[in-house]
């Protein structure tokens, strides 16, 4: 708390509280012109210059919506749930950096809110958590069975996915040697291109991204929201602004997600020759919101690509898939480290992993005996 | 009769080898698809600047014709208005001011929001006196604007002769039919 200063941070959190629902108003318009141009046809077009003014359009419907409370619904929990769900997805963010970072310890305005806090992985796990809480009172308040149903298999579908979104940073975790995000960038910038953890951990990487799309509610996990099999889930009986906190809260956790990813696995504002340890700070913050961007537009290719899970193999895949693997790659993350071996060691061990889960996936499974 | 044994063809599941089993090259492969079709080319038509392309016989707005002089083609034979399923037509008929024909509508109105636009009507007439045109873009304020009649029904025949977009049964040449002279 050497340095922590009330007006930078108080300027810090009003700027990135209009940077961060600008760009999920944004969002909206760059899925739906990606879903569009994936589905061999041009998005919205009509309102702006290349439909660019199209999030001002939906902002502006949401604000103006009736909002309709329906009668029998469980008002104060009905009301709740949409702004935990903001409220959980800006808070996991106060602790994520967004732009160039200094080596932690020195001065200097480092771009992230709350700069220094050294549990700063521990911190976003337990903030995105929260989001299951909206999702259930969402679900429950809404009286209706629909919304009941998909809530139910959002809370499931979010807490098993939690277990391996956790263990799969642990590999990182213990490469570096500390929870502080500010650290783990740094680790990898001052190592040079081949010191991002993505070469020692493709795995983790792996299963990370798997677990963030479940957690994000994102396809191929969103059975929740489906709307062919739930007519909207736990979304069915909000409109307007409630309706608009949820998708705001849904994008910023994607925002989130995918800032994570670069930080833990790609070397953050790290770019080699481009942004090296001195560079300028607008060139890192550039990178940084680049390389963001990059998987934002993966988020959304998947979506069209991957049939969406059935829910058994949604929980199948997250309890005797997922978890297994994590729990391997810690271990070989801990043999590695212990006997002094050379970190690369663990790229060969990580494929071998995943084609060894392939291979016993094949194996075919034991029949039960005649009852 | 039973099928035959050769006639049947068994299809198998393939086995899911060890690349089936890992999804990853698969996804690959999808998001192969998924990126070629991003930066394909795109179907949509943009409605008011493009035109669609309506095929020959495209059914749409009703015209009654009118002959070399100028007359109403109709004679009042009462075939469209009985062969219509949707019973939108509705004529009254009255003796001819002119000394070749016997019969000729003195009102006809056609409710176009009852008309299913199935063509029966065109198909009924001995006189080649209705058609249907290409004209899809029907708007009205209220509903007694929709219902047209004759006089509306001459001048879609006026307007769509000078656009030149007659329908194609007019386009064909010369129409038979009981107001042409006996041939």
């Given amino acids: 708390m050497s340095d922590f200063n009330l007006w930078y941070t108080l300027i810090t959190i009003a700027v990135i509280f209009g ?75 106060a602790v ?9 310890g020195e001065a200097g305005y480092q771009f992230v809110i709350a700069s220094g806090v050294d549990i700063g992985l521990v911190f976003i796990f337990a903030a995105t958590s929260l989001t299951v809480y909206s999702i259930i009172l969402g679900g429950w308040a809404a009286n209706n069975k629909y919304s009941f149903i998909g809530g139910l298999r959002s809370s499931a579908q979010l807490v098993s996915y939690e277990i391996p979104m956790g263990m799969s940073v642990l590999g990182v975790v213990l490469l570096t040697r500390s ?44 059975l929740p929201e489906a709307e062919q099999e739930l007519v909207g889930g736990y979304h069915t009986e909000y409109n307007a602004m409630k309706l608009a906190l949820f998708f705001l809260g849904e994008y910023t956790h994607m925002i989130t997600t995918s800032f994570l990813m670069v930080i833990l696995y790609f070397g953050g504002w790290h770019l080699p020759f481009l942004a090296e340890v001195d560079g300028f700070w607008l060139l890192k913050l550039l990178i940084f919101a680049g390389k963001m961007s990059l998987f934002i537009l993966f988020f959304m290719l998947v979506r069209w690509t991957i049939p969406r899970f059935r829910f058994d193999q949604l929980m199948a895949l997250a309890w005797k898939v997922l978890i297994p693997l994590t729990l391997a790659n810690l271990v070989c993350v801990m043999v590695v480290l212990e006997y002094r071996l050379s970190p690369w060691l663990l790229l060969p061990i990580s494929l071998a992993l995943l084609v060894g889960v392939g291979w016993i996936a094949l194996v075919p499974a034991p029949r039960k005996a005649a009852a | 009769m039973p099928i035959q044994e050769q006639d049947v063809k068994w299809v198998v599941e393939p086995k899911m080898g060890l690349v089936e089993s890992l999804y990853l090259p698969a996804i690959f492969q999808g998001l192969k698809t ?43 034979c009462y075939m469209c208005s009985t062969a219509c399923p949707a019973r939108c037509i509705d004529i009254v008929a009255a003796p001819s001011p002119w000394a070749d024909r016997e019969k000729y509508p003195e009102t006809f109105v056609i409710d176009e929001l009852r008309c299913i636009y199935c063509g029966m009507c065109e198909q009924a007439c001995p006189c080649d006196a209705i058609e249907l045109t ?23 025949f006026d307007q769509t002769v000078a656009a030149g977009t007659d329908p194609i049964r007019t386009r064909a040449g010369k129409l038979s039919g009981c107001s042409e002279p006996n041939v």
């Avoid at chain 1, 309102?47 to 409370?69: N, T, W």
């Avoid at chain 2, 795109?42 to 707005?61: C, F, H, I, S």
């Avoid at chain 2, 009654?64 to 004679?75: F, I, Y």
């Avoid at chain 2, 290409?134 to 879609?156: N, Y």
């Fill in chain 2, 34 to 76: 998924t990126v070629k079709h991003m930066f394909g080319p795109k179907m949509t038509q943009q409605y008011p600047e493009e035109r669609p392309r309506l095929p020959a016989n495209y059914r749409g707005v009703h015209r009654l014709n009118r002959d070399e002089q100028g007359r109403v083609k109709c004679v009042a």
């Fill in chain 1, 96 to 104: 994520v950096p967004f732009g160039p970072t200094n080596k932690p």
């Fill in chain 1, 19 to 93: 940077v961060l629902q600008g760009t999920c108003a944004m969002l909206i318009y760059v899925e739906r012109k990606i879903a569009a141009y994936v589905q061999d046809r041009i998005g919205p077009n009509r309102v702006g210059p290349y439909g660019l003014l199209q999030s001002v359009a939906d902002g502006l419907k949401f604000l103006i919506k009736e909002e309709i409370v329906p009668a029998r619904v469980d008002k104060p929990l009905f009301i709740l749930a949409p702004c935990i769900a903001i409220f959980a997805a800006m808070l996991a963010f």
């Fill in chain 2, 134 to 156: 290409s004209l899809f873009e029907l708007t009205g304020l209220s509903r007694e604007e929709m219902m047209f009649d004759k006089e509306k029904l001459l001048s879609v």
């Fill in chain 1, 179 to 222: 929870l502080n995000l500010e650290k783990i960038i740094w680790q990898q910038a001052e190592g040079g291109l081949f010191a991002w953890n993505i070469f020692f951990q493709p795995l983790g990487f792996l299963i990370f991204m798997i677990s963030a799309f479940a957690e994000c509610n994102r396809l191929p996990f969103d």
